[in-house]
């Protein structure tokens, strides 16, 4: 079913990339779940009130309430298509990540109310009878929920859509909330035993939890995140491929949306080389990654000596001892100056986030005493800055 409505609705439905392909999936979920939870909530206020059952009509609006994670998803992919302007060069597309923040708060709401209503329950406890027609409404809810869910996710994660798994986490916050009264009527049926109120405040804890993954996944691309290992080789294993590159390092990545993604990374090239064709080069390359990658990039040459052996002797007498102090560290923009009275080695050296203070001048005073032993006139003059990649 979900190939079918993809593949009526959605055109170039394998373009994901193109911004207007998925506004298209976006609309296409966001109909469904309104649609859907109509249904719902007629099925239920009619079954309501034939069987004057207030507790159905009140499930019926509870459905009727979840279509506002539909609009909410509806309004944040049609608003997060508008093109950049002058107050927002770089687009829109971050408030999608917004539409999913407050659908999280929705499912958190859900997830407070539960656990209030059970825990209340289990101090008071009401006796759940078992009825037939009761059971059979649930038992659609469910399986109509559990579809919604299986649609929004597996569309969510082809476009990389935060709202859309958002409101696959909303659907299934209300399977668990729904086939906990199934259960405990059941069980009350067979047994006498009121377990309702032990189960709801397990579901409640569990919806709760969920809201709370999905608030934290959607707040990480807003504050900015870590680079992803996979993403970082796939990135400067590319520009390293190009003629005339030696090395990379400083990969940044700035995420303005699901489709939208801006980069800045250094490259190393020698320093005699002809600086026109690397430029040409580094033209290249940029042109290269927007259209394979669609991520628009920005590059900055680093010359470095490739030939100087006194230079390449000392890169390597630093490289050696930092890496016997701290295997993780790495250095970058290496160079060499002369002075009448010392040799002074410059470099950016990259450290590990968990590093204190007292641990970057620990490690600074180590390099200097390791690298006076090899020679009293070598001095460094270190700048310490983190890794912008994700660590394990």
């Not at 190009?242 to 700035?254: E, K, M, S």
């Not at 490289?319 to 701290?326: A, E, F, G, Q, R």
């Amino acid at each position: 079913m979900t190939e079918l409505l993809v593949k009526l609705f959605v055109k170039n439905k394998d373009k994901i990339e193109d911004q207007g392909v998925r506004s298209s999936y976006g609309v296409l979920s966001s109909v469904v779940g309104i649609i859907c939870n109509g249904i719902l909530f007629a099925v239920k206020l009619i079954v309501g009130i034939l069987i004057n059952s207030v507790s159905v009509m009140a499930d019926a609006f509870n459905n009727l309430s979840d279509a506002a994670s539909s609009i909410i998803s509806f309004i944040g992919v049609k608003l997060a298509r508008r093109p950049a302007d002058k107050e927002h060069p770089f687009g829109h597309g971050r408030i999608e990540y917004i539409a999913a923040l407050v659908v999280s708060f929705l499912i958190l709401q859900v997830g407070l109310t539960l656990f209030k209503n059970s825990f209340t329950k289990i101090l008071n406890p009401e006796e759940v009878k078992f009825n037939p027609i009761l059971t059979g409404v649930l038992l659609l809810s469910i399986l109509v929920k559990i579809w919604l869910m299986a649609f929004n996710k597996t569309l969510g994660k082809r476009v990389n859509s935060t709202v859309m798994l958002a409101t696959a986490a909303d659907s299934m916050g209300d399977v668990l909330v729904t086939s906990a009264t199934v259960i405990s009527a059941v069980v009350a049926g067979l047994t006498g035993w009121q377990i309702d109120g032990y189960i709801g405040l397990i579901v409640s804890i569990v919806v709760m939890i969920a809201g709370i993954q999905i608030a934290r996944d959607t707040l990480e691309p807003l504050l900015g995140q870590a680079i992803d290992k996979e993403l970082y080789k796939k990135i400067t294993g590319m520009v390293e491929s190009y003629p005339g590159i030696v090395g990379t390092h400083d990969l940044i990545i700035h995420n303005y949306g699901p489709s939208h993604r801006m980069a800045t990374i250094h490259v190393e090239i020698p320093n005699d080389i002809d600086f026109e064709k690397a430029h040409e080069t580094i033209d290249q390359i940029e042109r290269d990654i927007q259209e394979k990658m669609n991520i628009f990039m920005v590059i900055h040459m680093d010359p470095i000596e490739m030939n100087d052996v006194m230079v390449l002797e000392k890169k390597e007498i630093i490289s050696n001892i930092i890496k016997s102090l701290d295997s993780r560290a790495s250095i970058h923009d290496f160079r060499v100056v002369n002075t009448e009275y010392q040799i002074n080695l410059i470099f950016d050296l990259v450290i590990p986030y968990s590093y204190t203070h007292d641990d970057e001048q620990k490690l600074l005073k180590q390099i200097m005493e390791e690298l006076r032993k090899v020679d009293a006139r070598l001095n460094c003059v270190i700048t310490l800055e983190n890794s912008y990649v994700l660590e394990e």
